[in-house]
Protein backbone atom coordinates (compact mmCIF):
# COMPACT_ATOMS: atom_id res chain seq x y z
CA UNK A 1 0.00 0.00 0.00
CA UNK A 2 1.24 3.36 -0.88
CA UNK A 3 1.28 5.81 1.97
CA UNK A 4 0.11 8.82 -0.24
CA UNK A 5 -1.96 7.38 -2.59
CA UNK A 6 -4.08 6.11 0.51
CA UNK A 7 -4.80 9.33 2.16
CA UNK A 8 -5.25 10.94 -1.40
CA UNK A 9 -7.94 9.32 -2.39
CA UNK A 10 -9.46 9.22 1.40
CA UNK A 11 -9.80 12.96 1.38
CA UNK A 12 -6.63 13.29 3.69
CA UNK A 13 -4.01 15.49 2.44
CA UNK A 14 -4.36 19.22 2.54
CA UNK A 15 -0.26 20.17 2.45
CA UNK A 16 2.91 18.24 2.22
CA UNK A 17 6.42 19.81 1.66
CA UNK A 18 7.88 18.59 -1.21
CA UNK A 19 10.09 14.84 -1.88
CA UNK A 20 6.92 13.18 -0.60
CA UNK A 21 6.44 10.81 -3.21
CA UNK A 22 9.99 10.21 -3.39
CA UNK A 23 10.29 9.74 0.13
CA UNK A 24 7.79 6.99 0.09
CA UNK A 25 8.94 4.76 -3.15
CA UNK A 26 12.06 3.95 -1.85
CA UNK A 27 11.99 0.14 -0.57
CA UNK A 28 12.67 1.35 3.00
CA UNK A 29 10.36 2.12 6.58
CA UNK A 30 9.57 5.50 7.20
CA UNK A 31 9.22 6.94 10.82
CA UNK A 32 6.71 9.54 11.35
CA UNK A 33 4.86 10.90 14.14
CA UNK A 34 1.60 13.19 15.02
CA UNK A 35 1.57 15.13 18.18
CA UNK A 36 -1.17 14.70 20.89
CA UNK A 37 -1.98 17.86 23.62
CA UNK A 38 -2.54 16.18 26.55
CA UNK A 39 -4.68 18.36 28.07
CA UNK A 40 -7.64 16.29 28.86
CA UNK A 41 -7.80 11.98 30.09
CA UNK A 42 -9.25 10.81 27.08
CA UNK A 43 -9.50 12.06 23.41
CA UNK A 44 -12.04 12.94 21.55
CA UNK A 45 -13.08 12.26 17.97
CA UNK A 46 -11.35 15.31 16.86
CA UNK A 47 -8.46 13.84 17.40
CA UNK A 48 -9.46 10.23 15.13
CA UNK A 49 -7.74 12.26 11.85
CA UNK A 50 -4.31 12.37 13.61
CA UNK A 51 -4.48 8.70 14.70
CA UNK A 52 -6.41 7.50 11.48
CA UNK A 53 -3.10 9.12 9.50
CA UNK A 54 -0.88 7.01 11.98
CA UNK A 55 -3.05 3.99 11.51
CA UNK A 56 -2.70 3.92 7.74
CA UNK A 57 1.09 5.19 7.92
CA UNK A 58 1.62 1.61 10.33
CA UNK A 59 -0.53 -0.72 8.01
CA UNK A 60 1.90 0.34 5.12
CA UNK A 61 4.81 -0.94 6.69
CA UNK A 62 6.10 2.53 7.96
CA UNK A 63 6.42 2.90 12.10
CA UNK A 64 4.10 5.37 13.61
CA UNK A 65 5.23 7.61 16.81
CA UNK A 66 2.61 9.35 19.38
CA UNK A 67 4.18 12.31 21.16
CA UNK A 68 2.19 13.28 24.50
CA UNK A 69 3.05 16.81 24.65
CA UNK A 70 3.97 16.75 28.40
CA UNK A 71 6.67 19.82 27.77
CA UNK A 72 4.31 21.67 25.49
CA UNK A 73 0.98 20.61 27.17
CA UNK A 74 2.50 22.98 30.02
CA UNK A 75 2.79 25.67 27.61
CA UNK A 76 -0.02 26.25 25.18
CA UNK A 77 -0.08 26.05 21.53
CA UNK A 78 -1.57 29.70 20.39
CA UNK A 79 -3.03 27.53 16.93
CA UNK A 80 -6.93 28.44 16.51
CA UNK A 81 -6.86 30.06 20.09
CA UNK A 82 -7.88 33.75 20.67
CA UNK A 83 -6.68 33.51 24.44
CA UNK A 84 -4.13 32.25 26.44
CA UNK A 85 -5.85 28.97 28.14
CA UNK A 86 -4.72 27.46 32.07
CA UNK A 87 -1.64 25.18 31.88
CA UNK A 88 -1.65 21.82 33.74
CA UNK A 89 1.24 20.33 35.94
CA UNK A 90 3.14 17.23 35.53
CA UNK A 91 1.31 15.34 37.87
CA UNK A 92 -2.21 15.48 35.60
CA UNK A 93 -0.30 15.44 32.54
CA UNK A 94 1.33 12.01 32.95
CA UNK A 95 -2.40 10.89 34.12
CA UNK A 96 -3.62 12.05 30.79
CA UNK A 97 -0.67 10.57 29.45
CA UNK A 98 -1.69 6.91 30.62
CA UNK A 99 -5.73 6.99 29.70
CA UNK A 100 -4.99 8.39 26.18
CA UNK A 101 -1.94 5.49 25.89
CA UNK A 102 -4.91 3.10 26.62
CA UNK A 103 -7.36 4.58 23.66
CA UNK A 104 -4.37 4.69 21.10
CA UNK A 105 -3.79 0.57 21.88
CA UNK A 106 -7.10 0.43 20.10
CA UNK A 107 -6.02 1.63 16.80
CA UNK A 108 -2.17 1.06 17.06
CA UNK A 109 0.19 -1.71 17.50
CA UNK A 110 2.17 -1.01 20.22
CA UNK A 111 3.88 -4.30 20.17
CA UNK A 112 4.53 -6.50 16.84
CA UNK A 113 7.37 -6.06 14.52
CA UNK A 114 9.95 -3.57 13.37
CA UNK A 115 7.13 -1.23 12.85
CA UNK A 116 5.62 -1.39 16.21
CA UNK A 117 4.15 2.08 17.32
CA UNK A 118 5.80 3.81 20.15
CA UNK A 119 4.42 6.58 22.86
CA UNK A 120 6.84 9.22 23.22
CA UNK A 121 6.66 12.43 25.72
CA UNK A 122 8.65 15.44 24.75
CA UNK A 123 8.69 16.21 28.20
CA UNK A 124 11.12 13.76 28.78
CA UNK A 125 14.02 15.29 27.25
CA UNK A 126 12.19 19.14 27.91
CA UNK A 127 12.73 18.82 31.52
CA UNK A 128 16.76 18.90 32.02
CA UNK A 129 16.95 21.69 29.19
CA UNK A 130 17.52 24.53 30.84
CA UNK A 131 16.12 27.92 29.29
CA UNK A 132 20.13 28.91 28.72
CA UNK A 133 20.84 26.31 26.42
CA UNK A 134 17.83 26.45 24.85
CA UNK A 135 18.05 30.09 23.50
CA UNK A 136 21.42 29.60 22.42
CA UNK A 137 21.23 25.89 20.88
CA UNK A 138 17.65 26.32 19.31
CA UNK A 139 16.54 29.63 19.14
CA UNK A 140 19.45 31.15 17.09
CA UNK A 141 18.87 28.68 14.37
CA UNK A 142 14.95 30.95 13.88
CA UNK A 143 14.62 34.05 13.42
CA UNK A 144 11.69 36.31 14.98
CA UNK A 145 10.90 37.72 11.62
CA UNK A 146 10.51 33.67 10.82
CA UNK A 147 8.33 33.03 14.00
CA UNK A 148 6.06 36.02 13.45
CA UNK A 149 4.98 35.70 9.61
CA UNK A 150 3.56 32.15 11.15
CA UNK A 151 -0.41 32.75 11.10
CA UNK A 152 -0.81 31.00 14.47
CA UNK A 153 1.20 34.26 15.95
CA UNK A 154 0.05 37.31 13.22
CA UNK A 155 -3.83 35.92 14.59
CA UNK A 156 -2.94 36.81 17.91
CA UNK A 157 -0.91 39.73 17.57
CA UNK A 158 -3.43 42.38 18.35
CA UNK A 159 -5.24 40.16 21.05
CA UNK A 160 -1.91 39.77 22.85
CA UNK A 161 0.13 36.55 22.93
CA UNK A 162 2.46 35.88 25.92
CA UNK A 163 6.20 35.04 25.26
CA UNK A 164 5.15 31.83 26.60
CA UNK A 165 2.90 30.79 23.32
CA UNK A 166 5.17 32.69 21.49
CA UNK A 167 7.70 30.58 22.08
CA UNK A 168 5.65 27.28 21.18
CA UNK A 169 6.73 26.50 17.90
CA UNK A 170 10.25 26.53 18.79
CA UNK A 171 9.89 23.85 21.65
CA UNK A 172 7.59 21.83 18.95
CA UNK A 173 10.73 22.33 16.27
CA UNK A 174 12.38 20.72 18.69
CA UNK A 175 10.12 17.85 19.10
CA UNK A 176 10.78 17.34 15.25
CA UNK A 177 14.65 18.10 15.79
CA UNK A 178 15.41 15.08 18.76
CA UNK A 179 13.37 12.37 17.09
CA UNK A 180 14.83 13.39 13.98
CA UNK A 181 18.37 12.73 15.66
CA UNK A 182 17.03 9.73 17.90
CA UNK A 183 15.17 8.04 15.99
CA UNK A 184 15.37 8.74 12.15
CA UNK A 185 11.73 9.97 12.54
CA UNK A 186 11.58 12.20 8.82
CA UNK A 187 7.92 13.28 9.04
CA UNK A 188 5.80 14.87 11.14
CA UNK A 189 1.84 14.89 10.57
CA UNK A 190 -1.03 16.68 11.85
CA UNK A 191 -3.66 19.04 11.26
CA UNK A 192 -3.73 22.13 8.97
CA UNK A 193 -3.70 24.71 11.40
CA UNK A 194 -0.39 22.94 12.54
CA UNK A 195 1.75 23.56 9.04
CA UNK A 196 3.33 26.55 10.70
CA UNK A 197 4.19 24.62 13.58
CA UNK A 198 5.06 21.49 12.13
CA UNK A 199 7.29 23.79 8.91
CA UNK A 200 9.48 25.62 11.54
CA UNK A 201 10.78 21.85 12.86
CA UNK A 202 11.83 21.30 8.97
CA UNK A 203 13.28 24.83 9.04
CA UNK A 204 15.28 24.14 12.56
CA UNK A 205 16.16 20.65 10.91
CA UNK A 206 17.17 21.77 7.75
CA UNK A 207 19.30 24.66 9.59
CA UNK A 208 20.72 23.06 12.35
CA UNK A 209 21.87 19.84 11.04
CA UNK A 210 20.79 19.57 7.37
CA UNK A 211 18.75 16.31 7.90
CA UNK A 212 15.85 15.35 5.65
CA UNK A 213 12.38 16.17 7.34
CA UNK A 214 9.20 16.46 5.55
CA UNK A 215 5.29 18.09 6.78
CA UNK A 216 2.28 16.56 5.96
CA UNK A 217 -1.27 17.86 6.92
CA UNK A 218 -4.60 16.99 6.44
CA UNK A 219 -7.59 19.27 6.32
CA UNK A 220 -9.24 20.06 9.10
CA UNK A 221 -13.05 18.36 9.62
CA UNK A 222 -16.29 20.17 8.73
CA UNK A 223 -19.48 20.03 8.04
CA UNK A 224 -21.37 19.99 5.27
CA UNK A 225 -24.15 22.27 7.44
CA UNK A 226 -21.25 24.67 8.59
CA UNK A 227 -21.32 22.99 11.85
CA UNK A 228 -18.05 22.35 13.95
CA UNK A 229 -17.22 18.49 13.97
CA UNK A 230 -16.82 16.86 16.61
CA UNK A 231 -19.33 19.05 18.93
CA UNK A 232 -22.60 18.54 20.21
CA UNK A 233 -25.10 20.97 22.26
CA UNK A 234 -23.15 19.14 25.27
CA UNK A 235 -19.72 19.43 24.25
CA UNK A 236 -17.15 17.57 22.78
CA UNK A 237 -17.87 13.78 22.15
CA UNK A 238 -15.17 11.96 23.54
CA UNK A 239 -13.77 8.35 23.12
CA UNK A 240 -14.14 7.93 26.95
CA UNK A 241 -17.56 5.86 28.03
CA UNK A 242 -17.68 8.11 31.09
CA UNK A 243 -17.50 11.20 29.29
CA UNK A 244 -19.86 10.27 26.02
CA UNK A 245 -21.51 7.00 26.44
CA UNK A 246 -21.53 4.44 23.80
CA UNK A 247 -24.78 5.31 22.91
CA UNK A 248 -24.41 8.89 22.19
CA UNK A 249 -20.93 7.93 20.76
CA UNK A 250 -22.69 5.79 18.56
CA UNK A 251 -26.01 7.82 17.53
CA UNK A 252 -23.39 11.01 16.82
CA UNK A 253 -21.68 8.91 13.88
CA UNK A 254 -24.92 7.66 12.85
CA UNK A 255 -27.00 10.44 12.52
CA UNK A 256 -24.37 12.23 10.15
CA UNK A 257 -26.14 13.84 6.76
CA UNK A 258 -25.56 12.02 3.61
CA UNK A 259 -22.80 14.11 2.70
CA UNK A 260 -20.97 14.02 5.20
CA UNK A 261 -21.29 10.49 5.48
CA UNK A 262 -19.71 9.86 2.67
CA UNK A 263 -16.41 11.89 3.76
CA UNK A 264 -16.50 10.64 6.67
CA UNK A 265 -16.53 6.50 6.14
CA UNK A 266 -13.21 7.24 4.00
CA UNK A 267 -11.40 9.46 6.19
CA UNK A 268 -12.27 7.12 9.89
CA UNK A 269 -12.94 3.74 8.92
CA UNK A 270 -10.72 1.23 7.01
CA UNK A 271 -13.05 0.23 4.38
CA UNK A 272 -11.33 -0.23 1.22
CA UNK A 273 -11.67 2.27 -2.10
CA UNK A 274 -13.55 -0.33 -3.42
CA UNK A 275 -15.31 -1.23 -0.33
CA UNK A 276 -16.34 2.61 0.10
CA UNK A 277 -17.70 3.09 -3.34
CA UNK A 278 -19.90 0.30 -3.67
CA UNK A 279 -21.31 1.89 0.04
CA UNK A 280 -21.84 4.49 -1.97
CA UNK A 281 -23.14 3.65 -4.99
CA UNK A 282 -26.30 1.48 -2.73
CA UNK A 283 -26.67 4.32 -0.46
CA UNK A 284 -27.23 7.05 -3.08
CA UNK A 285 -29.65 4.33 -4.69
CA UNK A 286 -31.42 4.31 -1.92
CA UNK A 287 -30.53 7.14 1.02
CA UNK A 288 -33.68 6.12 3.24
CA UNK A 289 -31.81 3.40 4.64
CA UNK A 290 -28.76 5.18 5.35
CA UNK A 291 -26.33 2.77 4.67
CA UNK A 292 -23.42 4.82 5.29
CA UNK A 293 -24.40 5.91 8.40
CA UNK A 294 -24.89 2.59 9.79
CA UNK A 295 -21.36 1.74 8.42
CA UNK A 296 -19.72 4.13 9.33
CA UNK A 297 -21.55 4.12 13.15
CA UNK A 298 -20.54 0.58 13.60
CA UNK A 299 -17.04 0.08 12.47
CA UNK A 300 -16.40 3.26 14.71
CA UNK A 301 -18.20 2.48 17.81
CA UNK A 302 -16.92 -1.45 17.76
CA UNK A 303 -13.41 -0.02 17.30
CA UNK A 304 -13.40 2.49 20.27
CA UNK A 305 -15.58 0.70 22.28
CA UNK A 306 -16.61 -3.10 21.91
CA UNK A 307 -19.17 -5.26 19.87
CA UNK A 308 -21.05 -5.53 22.67
CA UNK A 309 -21.21 -2.14 23.54
CA UNK A 310 -22.26 -1.66 19.98
CA UNK A 311 -24.66 -3.88 19.80
CA UNK A 312 -26.55 -2.20 22.97
CA UNK A 313 -26.25 0.96 21.34
CA UNK A 314 -28.23 -0.36 18.38
CA UNK A 315 -31.33 -2.00 20.36
CA UNK A 316 -31.36 1.46 22.46
CA UNK A 317 -31.49 3.21 18.86
CA UNK A 318 -34.66 0.91 17.91
CA UNK A 319 -36.59 1.78 20.71
CA UNK A 320 -37.05 5.11 19.77
CA UNK A 321 -37.76 3.82 16.56
CA UNK A 322 -40.58 0.97 17.26
CA UNK A 323 -38.38 -1.73 16.48
CA UNK A 324 -37.57 -2.51 20.11
CA UNK A 325 -39.50 -5.10 22.76
CA UNK A 326 -40.42 -4.47 26.02
CA UNK A 327 -37.53 -7.63 26.68
CA UNK A 328 -34.68 -4.94 24.87
CA UNK A 329 -36.07 -2.20 27.46
CA UNK A 330 -36.05 -3.98 30.41
CA UNK A 331 -32.37 -4.79 29.80
CA UNK A 332 -31.08 -1.30 29.64
CA UNK A 333 -29.23 0.18 31.97
CA UNK A 334 -30.55 3.70 33.63
CA UNK A 335 -27.85 5.67 32.60
CA UNK A 336 -28.64 4.08 29.07
CA UNK A 337 -32.40 4.59 29.51
CA UNK A 338 -31.67 7.86 30.36
CA UNK A 339 -30.03 8.84 27.59
CA UNK A 340 -31.87 7.28 24.61
CA UNK A 341 -35.16 9.49 25.99
CA UNK A 342 -33.13 12.03 27.26
CA UNK A 343 -35.24 15.70 26.41
CA UNK A 344 -38.35 13.32 26.83
CA UNK A 345 -40.79 15.22 29.55
CA UNK A 346 -40.17 13.66 32.95
CA UNK A 347 -43.46 13.90 35.66
CA UNK A 348 -42.61 11.81 38.89
CA UNK A 349 -45.72 10.30 41.14
CA UNK A 350 -44.86 8.98 44.55
CA UNK A 351 -44.16 5.08 44.61
CA UNK A 352 -46.85 4.26 47.71
CA UNK A 353 -49.54 4.76 44.57
CA UNK A 354 -47.62 2.55 42.34
CA UNK A 355 -47.76 -0.47 45.21
CA UNK A 356 -51.21 -0.05 45.55
CA UNK A 357 -52.33 0.02 41.73
CA UNK A 358 -52.95 2.90 39.62
CA UNK A 359 -55.87 3.09 37.06
CA UNK A 360 -54.33 3.72 34.31
CA UNK A 361 -56.75 6.62 33.49
CA UNK A 362 -55.52 8.40 36.56
CA UNK A 363 -52.58 7.68 36.08
CA UNK A 364 -52.23 9.22 32.16
CA UNK A 365 -54.38 12.14 33.70
CA UNK A 366 -54.69 13.26 37.17
CA UNK A 367 -51.00 11.96 38.28
CA UNK A 368 -48.96 12.68 35.14
CA UNK A 369 -50.73 15.07 33.00
CA UNK A 370 -49.75 13.13 29.56
CA UNK A 371 -53.31 13.48 29.23
CA UNK A 372 -55.28 16.76 29.51
CA UNK A 373 -58.58 14.70 29.51
CA UNK A 374 -59.83 11.48 30.52
CA UNK A 375 -61.97 11.65 27.40
CA UNK A 376 -58.93 12.22 24.97
CA UNK A 377 -56.46 9.34 26.76
CA UNK A 378 -59.97 7.00 27.09
CA UNK A 379 -60.23 7.38 22.95
CA UNK A 380 -56.59 6.81 22.76
CA UNK A 381 -56.49 3.65 24.56
CA UNK A 382 -59.33 2.71 22.02
CA UNK A 383 -57.89 3.29 19.60
CA UNK A 384 -54.11 1.38 20.42
CA UNK A 385 -52.42 4.44 20.97
CA UNK A 386 -51.20 4.35 24.37
CA UNK A 387 -48.27 2.01 25.37
CA UNK A 388 -46.40 1.65 28.83
CA UNK A 389 -42.91 0.21 27.97
CA UNK A 390 -43.34 -0.28 24.22
CA UNK A 391 -46.33 -3.02 25.48
CA UNK A 392 -50.40 -1.48 24.09
CA UNK A 393 -52.75 -1.32 26.84
CA UNK A 394 -56.75 -1.13 27.22
CA UNK A 395 -58.33 0.96 29.50
CA UNK A 396 -59.15 -1.83 31.88
CA UNK A 397 -54.64 -2.15 32.87
CA UNK A 398 -53.37 -1.21 36.46
CA UNK A 399 -50.39 0.09 36.36
CA UNK A 400 -48.51 -1.17 39.66
CA UNK A 401 -44.36 -2.39 40.30
CA UNK A 402 -44.40 -4.91 37.70
CA UNK A 403 -44.00 -2.16 35.45
CA UNK A 404 -41.29 0.06 37.02
CA UNK A 405 -37.45 -0.13 34.78
CA UNK A 406 -34.66 -0.43 36.94
CA UNK A 407 -36.82 -0.21 39.60
CA UNK A 408 -38.16 3.69 39.32
CA UNK A 409 -39.01 4.29 35.66
CA UNK A 410 -42.44 3.78 33.62
CA UNK A 411 -42.23 4.60 29.84
CA UNK A 412 -45.54 5.87 28.43
CA UNK A 413 -46.06 6.36 24.83
CA UNK A 414 -48.51 8.56 22.78
CA UNK A 415 -49.33 7.59 19.56
CA UNK A 416 -46.74 6.98 17.03
CA UNK A 417 -43.62 9.75 18.21
CA UNK A 418 -44.32 11.24 21.76
CA UNK A 419 -42.03 9.93 24.37
CA UNK A 420 -42.69 10.42 28.84
CA UNK A 421 -40.42 9.58 31.34
CA UNK A 422 -42.61 9.22 34.65
CA UNK A 423 -39.99 8.66 37.39
CA UNK A 424 -41.14 6.79 40.79
CA UNK A 425 -39.85 8.51 44.17
Known amino acids: ?11 MIQDMTPGMDELFEKDEMVTAYVGIDPTADSLHIGHLVGIMMLKHFQMAGHRPLALM ?44 GINAAEIVNNYDWMKTFSFLEFVRDIGKHITVSYMLAKDSVKTRLDSGISFTEFSYQLVQGYDFLYLNETRNCKLQMGGSDQWGNITTGTELIRRKTGGEAYALTCPLITKADGGKFGKTESGNVWLDPKRTSPYKFYQFWLNTSDEDAEKYIKIFTLFSKDEVEEMVKEHRQAPHLRVLQKALAEDITRRVHSE ?37 PLSEIQ ?54 LNGKYILVQKGKKNYYLVKIK
Open 351 to 404: AGLVQEGIPVLEFLTDKTGIFSSRSEARRMLKDNGVSINKEKIKENYSISTKDL
Open 308 to 344: EEYKTAVNASQILFGKGTTETLKTLPEELLLNVFEGV
Open 69 to 112: GGATGMIGDPSGKSEERNLLDEKTIRHNQNCIKEQLQKFLDFEK
Open 1 to 11: MNFINELSWRG
